[in-house]
């Protein structure tokens, strides 16, 4: 496996494993069964792509993304710590795109520094990135 190819796979994974813990940890704060439903459904969309990339990398005898435990505690921490006065529906979508916005970025920066990639791995990236900005649009109706 071409290491620019493992790079944005390894991405993508990291990408989908964040959305999928920031999900997890806002799941208990909701209160609305739609928006629930909604960001249920995300994640499940974020586990497929992860998923995609893990097979493609275990295809390839690429070694996959580890999740770091302390970023995982910083990343719930912060959720936390973000919801102590607000676990308003708004407050929690806007959380959710801001999270989205900067998983787009990484994936951008991700192709951009490994343009020598195959066309299948810019393919998952790209749609990952485009999952990323209907997820947006649809979060955008709770704010």
Known sequence: MKHDDEMILKEIQKNTQMGMTAIDTILDKIENDDFSMTLSKQSLH???????????????????????QLEDMVLRGGIHANTIFNISREHLAEMMIQGSNRGI????????????????????AKELMNFEVKSIERLKEYL
């Not at 995609?52 to 996959?64: K, Q």
């Not at 970025?105 to 998952?124: P, R």
């Open 46 to 68: 974020y586990a497929e792509l992860h998923n995609r990339a893990l097979d493609r990398i275990l295809r390839e005898n690429g070694e996959g993304y580890r999740p770091n």
């Open 105 to 124: 970025t990484s994936m951008w920066k991700s192709l951009k520094h490994n343009g020598l990639a195959g066309d299948d791995t810019v393919e998952l």
